[in-house]
């Protein structure tokens, strides 16, 4: 059975870090493009961040360029998304997701794999 499960989440103050992870299971990641996105309380779901095959090519949100990054480890089929200079904005559920791809690219729509989510939340 195909899974993704996200972890990490969790309470911080504002300009705090946190890493979250990616694990799959039934698949390897390294053949897919991984992406993070996020829903904030009363808004739609965002696309945060993607990578693509190979780790050649990355996309951010603008709201979080130089603040975010995300990342791979094949030999723990994981995808990381570490998160600096966490503000309130940033609060929402934060979900994983994959597809697979012909090309190496990072484009963050049409993904087929889905996480349950972890939440994040950032106050003082």
């Known amino acids: 059975q195909v899974q993704l499960v996200e972890s990490g989440g969790g309470l911080v103050q504002p300009g705090e870090s946190l890493r979250l992870s990616c694990a799959a299971s039934?698949?390897?990641?390294?053949?897919?493009?991984v992406g993070w996105f996020r829903q904030a309380p009363g808004k739609e779901r965002e696309a945060v961040s993607c990578?693509?095959?190979?780790?050649?090519?990355?996309t951010y949100a603008d709201s979080v360029k130089g603040r975010f990054t995300i990342s791979r480890d094949s030999a723990k089929n994981t995808v990381y998304l570490q998160m600096n200079a966490l503000n309130p904005e940033d609060t929402g559920i934060y979900y994983c997701?994959?597809?697979?791809?012909?090309?190496?690219?990072?484009?963050?729509?049409?993904?087929?794999?889905w996480g349950k989510g972890t939440p994040v939340t950032v106050s003082s």
């Open positions: 039934s698949f390897s990641l390294a053949y897919e493009v």
């Open positions: 997701a994959a597809r697979g791809s012909f090309d190496i690219e990072s484009n963050c729509s049409d993904m087929f794999y």
């Open positions: 990578i693509s095959m190979s780790d050649t090519y990355t």
